[in-house]
């Protein structure tokens, strides 16, 4: 038989029209296989569902027939099983954008979360991924992905964060059925190469300088607490006298306050982290300083009369307002400047209250609860100078205490 078309099609006429049509035989069970002439191809079409208000079907191509009507089953069985049509077209940077707009941003994470998972895609996750098939997606792909990330230099939180997002999104594309399992499951965090972490704090000296400058400045109350306990800027920053109780001498830290990329305004919420929400007891000093505060900021409510938006608010701007935290920065430097220390920004004052507490002899377990660190071993990392220093001040107590009697009469330097 010669000019046969592949389909195995024969004439019939057509009652209508008096012509011959092309009719196309398909075996039982074959459904919707059929050749294409311009593609010589074999074809499907996989439906997706509803997509957009719109029914979603995609084409797939096949060499021959058997091939074709062998995807059509397998298809329609993962249909009578429950599973989805895996749509494998879509690539993983669009859902990446669906994820973060229709997912994280009415959520109610924190708007910084927000803005973070956004830059972890936009820099790091996209550039590097986004043209895959969501299908295609292996777990071996997502873990070099960060081994790369490791390799050049970035933070173990930097990474696990990384990890977060990638979970995360995989985790909805389950959900909504665009692949079948999350290859992100369980990704390992490389470790990362600890560059030195320089902490600027003052010395006991250098401190009590600044906190003489300051004592002219409406600020005095809030270098006080920085440089005791060790708060945060935004945290001190979203303090509220409703916070603060006089008679047990405590001070709650539950919100902060932050300016996020791409948010109008200041965005107040809850603290960094579960650790970070906790209670302070205070020193003697900071009480005292608190309650003169008091009484200097009443005064100054009074002055500004009408301009005053009261908030509650320990440590507010000028009328009552959140304080912006880069003013704190430009205040801070200035005073610095007049006391002829160089230049620092209030996380070291935060650095100083740790080192103080440690010379002071607080263990690092209380040290790492004043900080609101979620992990003893991030303030260990941290503060590693002084964890090397107490190390060898061990090792000599240790030489000390064992310290063996030589062959010169059985006594020691020292005893002799």
């Given at each position: 038989m010669t000019g046969q078309d592949p389909r195995g099609d024969e004439d019939t006429p057509d009652e209508s029209t008096g012509r011959k049509k092309k009719q196309n035989r398909r075996a039982q069970g074959?459904?919707?296989?059929?050749?294409?002439?311009?593609?010589?191809?074999?074809?499907?079409?996989?439906?997706?569902?509803?997509?957009?208000?719109?029914?979603?079907?995609?084409?797939?191509?096949?060499?021959?027939?058997?091939?074709?009507?062998?995807?059509?089953?397998?298809?329609?069985?993962?249909?009578?099983?429950?599973?989805?049509?895996?749509?494998?077209?879509?690539?993983?940077?669009?859902?990446?954008?669906?994820?973060?707009?229709?997912?994280?941003?009415?959520?109610?994470?924190?708007?910084?979360?927000?803005?973070?998972?956004?830059?972890?895609?936009?820099?790091?996750?996209?550039?590097?991924?986004?043209?895959?098939?969501?299908?295609?997606?292996?777990?071996?792909?997502?873990?070099?992905?960060?081994?790369?990330?490791?390799?050049?230099?970035?933070?173990?939180?930097?990474?696990?964060?990384?990890?977060?997002?990638?979970?995360?999104?995989?985790n909805e594309a389950v959900i909504t059925e665009k692949i079948s399992r999350n290859v992100a499951e369980t990704l390992r965090v490389p470790k990362a190469r600890k560059p030195k972490r320089n902490v600027a704090a003052l010395s006991r000296d250098d401190g009590l300088r600044l906190l003489a400058e300051a004592k002219s400045t409406r600020h005095y109350a809030l270098y006080v607490?920085?440089?005791?306990?060790?708060?945060?800027?935004?945290?001190?920053?979203?303090?509220?006298?409703?916070?603060?109780?006089?008679?047990?001498?405590?001070?709650?830290?539950?919100?902060?306050?932050?300016?996020?990329?791409?948010?109008?305004?200041?965005?107040?919420?809850?603290?960094?982290?579960?650790?970070?929400?906790?209670?302070?007891?205070?020193?003697?000093?900071?009480?005292?300083?608190?309650?003169?505060?008091?009484?200097?900021?009443?005064?100054?409510?009074?002055?500004?009369?009408?301009?005053?938006?009261?908030?509650?608010?320990?440590?507010?701007?000028?009328?009552?307002?959140?304080?912006?935290?880069?003013?704190?920065?430009?205040?801070?430097?200035?005073?610095?400047?007049?006391?002829?220390?160089?230049?620092?920004?209030?996380?070291?004052?935060?650095?100083?209250?740790?080192?103080?507490?440690?010379?002071?002899?607080?263990?690092?377990?209380?040290?790492?609860?004043?900080?609101?660190?979620?992990?003893?071993?991030?303030?260990?990392?941290?503060?590693?100078?002084?964890?090397?220093?107490?190390?060898?001040?061990?090792?000599?107590?240790?030489?000390?205490?064992?310290?063996?009697?030589?062959?010169?009469?059985?006594?020691?330097?020292?005893?002799?």
């Amino acid at each position: 038989m010669t000019g046969q078309d592949p389909r195995g099609d024969e004439d019939t006429p057509d009652e209508s029209t008096g012509r011959k049509k092309k009719q196309n035989r398909r075996a039982q069970g074959e459904g919707s296989v059929y050749w294409r002439e311009d593609r010589q191809r074999w074809v499907i079409e996989i439906d997706y569902g509803v997509v957009n208000g719109r029914r979603k079907r995609v084409p797939r191509y096949f060499r021959t027939q058997e091939e074709a009507i062998e995807e059509q089953r397998k298809a329609r069985q993962s249909k009578a099983d429950g599973l989805t049509t895996l749509d494998r077209r879509s690539r993983f940077a669009d859902f990446l954008t669906y994820w973060l707009d229709e997912i994280v941003d009415p959520s109610e994470r924190a708007e910084s979360t927000k803005s973070n998972y956004r830059v972890m895609v936009n820099n790091h996750i996209r550039p590097a991924l986004g043209s895959r098939r969501l299908v295609e997606l292996k777990h071996e792909d997502l873990q070099r992905f960060l081994n790369r990330k490791a390799a050049d230099g970035y933070s173990t939180s930097t990474m696990r964060t990384l990890r977060s997002v990638l979970r995360q999104a995989l985790n909805e594309a389950v959900i909504t059925e665009k692949i079948s399992r999350n290859v992100a499951e369980t990704l390992r965090v490389p470790k990362a190469r600890k560059p030195k972490r320089n902490v600027a704090a003052l010395s006991r000296d250098d401190g009590l300088r600044l906190l003489a400058e300051a004592k002219s400045t409406r600020h005095y109350a809030l270098y006080v607490l920085l440089a005791m306990v060790g708060l945060r800027r935004g945290e001190a920053l979203a303090l509220r006298w409703s916070d603060f109780d006089e008679s047990a001498g405590t001070l709650r830290v539950v919100r902060q306050v932050t300016r996020v990329s791409g948010v109008k305004g200041l965005v107040v919420g809850p603290t960094k982290s579960q650790a970070g929400t906790r209670t302070l007891t205070l020193p003697t000093r900071c009480v005292r300083v608190l309650q003169a505060h008091r009484t200097a900021q009443h005064a100054h409510r009074q002055a500004a009369g009408k301009r005053w938006k009261e908030n509650g608010l320990i440590f507010p701007s000028t009328v009552g307002t959140h304080m912006e935290p880069r003013g704190l920065n430009t205040h801070l430097s200035k005073l610095c400047q007049r006391a002829g220390l160089p230049h620092l920004g209030p996380h070291a004052l935060r650095h100083t209250a740790a080192t103080m507490a440690y010379a002071l002899g607080v263990d690092w377990k209380q040290i790492q609860q004043m900080l609101g660190h979620t992990m003893l071993s991030t303030t260990m990392d941290i503060y590693v100078d002084l964890v090397d220093s107490v190390h060898r001040d061990a090792a000599s107590k240790l030489d000390a205490w064992f310290d063996e009697p030589d062959e010169d009469g059985g006594l020691s330097p020292a005893q002799r």
